[in-house]
């Protein structure tokens, strides 16, 4: 089945410390998206990549990074910079191959929860 | 920045009766979306409306557009236990049609009472 993996599903992190969220998907989409959600809010976009070897910052970049160096892959870092990283990490993908497809819907992962102990 | 605002944060309603979730947003739209989340699982994509239609049906769902008034509205009938969920509109406001992007509004939660 095609579809969007990100593991882990739960993960801590100690004061200090990056740690590196994974995304893979086999649905062959070019763009993918990274996307945080805090208790009871909506989401707020972290970072996107149209094609391979390209992103682009979203809104709450800081603290954060990536790397697109595979179609399938865009993980995720949160680095020691990012303040307050406890929170739920969805990552996203959708093709772009936009005259065939009369669906501009993501597809998303189900998510990892970062917790900072 | 968040674009969509979902409206009301919350909703209860009886199984069987329909549930109305309304959207509204700021800026021109290309299309607008809806999105449904279970308790600490993923988004699923429901259902999409361009910014030149103002209706479109899927199974039970309707949802309505109204690009004058930048708002948007999600019904479900005949409502089931199993809808209970978080539903988030999202729009795509994208100019140019690269670097395309959604922004996604806090979401409704809905609760359907057996």
């Known amino acids: ?117 | 920045s968040q674009q969509g605002e979902e409206d009301p944060q919350a909703l209860s309603i009886q199984e069987g009766e329909n549930a109305t979730m309304n959207c509204s947003y700021k800026t021109s739209i290309n299309n607008l979306q809806w999105y449904r989340q279970n308790s600490g699982r993923g988004l699923v994509h429901l259902i999409l409306i361009r910014s030149n239609e103002r209706e479109k049906h899927s199974g039970r769902l309707r949802v309505t557009l109204d690009t004058s008034k930048k708002s948007s509205s999600l019904l479900i009938t005949a409502s089931r236990a199993a809808d209970t969920a978080s539903y988030f509109c999202a729009t795509d406001a994208t100019r140019g049609g690269s670097n395309y992007k959604l922004t996604f509004g806090k979401g409704t939660l809905l609760t359907v009472n057996p």
């Open chain 1, 1 to 117: 089945d095609g579809g969007i993996t990100q593991s882990p599903k739960y993960l801590f992190r100690k004061e200090g410390q990056n740690v590196t969220l994974s995304c893979e998907q086999n649905l062959n989409h070019d763009a993918m998206y990274w996307y945080r959600q805090d208790p009871g809010q909506g989401l707020r976009l972290i970072y996107y990549s149209q094609i391979v070897n390209d992103f682009q910052k979203g809104d709450i970049a800081e603290g954060y990074s990536v790397s697109r160096e595979k179609k399938e892959s865009f993980p995720l870092t949160v680095t020691s910079a990012q303040k307050n990283p406890t929170a739920f990490y969805l990552c996203a993908s959708r093709t772009t191959w936009v005259r065939s497809s009369t669906n501009y819907g993501y597809t998303f992962g189900s998510g990892t929860r970062l917790t900072v102990v």
